[in-house]
C-alpha cells in the first residue's frame, strides 16, 4: 500500500482536508480509515466507467471519436462517413511524410495553405448544424 511505504520511508503525511498531520497526527488506524473513505468515490467511478466501456465494446459501439477525415454520419446506428475534403487533406499528409518532410514542416505546410485544423472543422460542422461549440481554435 502507498501510504504505508510513505510512513515508512518517513514522509511526513498532511492532509489539509481531513486535518491530518502525521507524525504529528499519530492515530495510524484513523488516518488509513479516512484515506480509504476518500478514496472509495474514485474508486466506484472507475469501475462504473470501466464498465460503460466495456459494455459499449461488446455491442461493437464506438467508445471515443473518430478520427480526422470521418465523422460519425448516424449516432444510433454507429455509422461511420468519409469527410472527402479532409480524407484529401490526409493523404497529402501521408505523400508528404512519405517524401520525407518532416512533422514541422508538414504543419507549417497545412497552415500556409490555410488548412483548417481537425479542431476548426469540428467547430465548424457545429456551427453549420446551428449547435453550440464548446470546442476553441485559433482562428485561421
Given at each position: 500500500?502507498?501510504?504505508?511505504?510513505?510512513r515508512d520511508a518517513g514522509v511526513?503525511?498532511?492532509?489539509?482536508?481531513?486535518?491530518?498531520?502525521?507524525?504529528?497526527?499519530?492515530?495510524?488506524?484513523?488516518?488509513?480509515?479516512?484515506?480509504?473513505?476518500?478514496?472509495?468515490?474514485?474508486?466506484?467511478?472507475?469501475?462504473?466507467?470501466?464498465?460503460?466501456?466495456?459494455?459499449?465494446?461488446?455491442?461493437d459501439e464506438w467508445i471515443c471519436?473518430?478520427?480526422?477525415?470521418?465523422?460519425?454520419?448516424?449516432?444510433?446506428?454507429?455509422?461511420?462517413?468519409?469527410?472527402?475534403?479532409?480524407?484529401?487533406?490526409?493523404?497529402?499528409?501521408?505523400?508528404?511524410?512519405?517524401?520525407?518532410?518532416?512533422?514541422?514542416?508538414?504543419?507549417?505546410?497545412?497552415?500556409?495553405?490555410?488548412?483548417?485544423?481537425?479542431?476548426?472543422?469540428?467547430?465548424?460542422?457545429?456551427?453549420?448544424?446551428?449547435?453550440?461549440?464548446?470546442?476553441?481554435?485559433?482562428?485561421?
Amino acid at each position: 500500500m502507498e501510504l504505508e511505504d510513505l510512513r515508512d520511508a518517513g514522509v511526513r503525511i498532511i492532509s489539509i482536508g481531513d486535518a491530518i498531520d502525521y507524525p504529528t497526527y499519530d492515530d495510524w488506524t484513523a488516518i488509513q480509515f479516512r484515506f480509504l473513505i476518500n478514496e472509495m468515490p474514485v474508486t466506484d467511478t472507475s469501475k462504473k466507467v470501466r464498465s460503460v466501456i466495456s459494455r459499449r465494446q461488446a455491442d461493437d459501439e464506438w467508445i471515443c471519436s473518430v478520427p480526422y477525415g470521418y465523422i460519425i454520419s448516424n449516432m444510433k446506428k454507429q455509422e461511420i462517413s468519409v469527410v472527402m475534403d479532409e480524407a484529401e487533406v490526409v493523404r497529402k499528409v501521408f505523400e508528404l511524410y512519405n517524401d520525407g518532410w518532416g512533422y514541422k514542416k508538414i504543419a507549417n505546410y497545412l497552415t500556409d495553405k490555410k488548412i483548417p485544423t481537425p479542431c476548426m472543422k469540428e467547430i465548424q460542422r457545429a456551427e453549420g448544424r446551428g449547435d453550440e461549440c464548446k470546442l476553441k481554435a485559433k482562428p485561421e
